[in-house]
């Protein structure tokens, strides 16, 4: 598990990147599983980022 708070102050250090970029620093300082959804100029993007 991951504090919500740790996932805030993480997140709100991001200003740009791709979406690629920023789930492979996200897994790096958070770790664990993680799926990131995010809509782009109407496409949806589904980054999978998958630990061990």
Do not use: C, F, N, P
């Amino acid at each position: 598990m991951i504090r919500v708070e740790h996932i805030k102050a993480t997140t709100a250090l991001i200003t740009k990147g791709w979406h690629e970029q920023i789930a492979d620093s996200l897994a790096e300082s958070l770790g664990g599983d993680q799926t990131i959804i995010a809509t782009h100029q109407g496409v949806e993007i589904e980054t999978v980022r998958l630990s061990g």
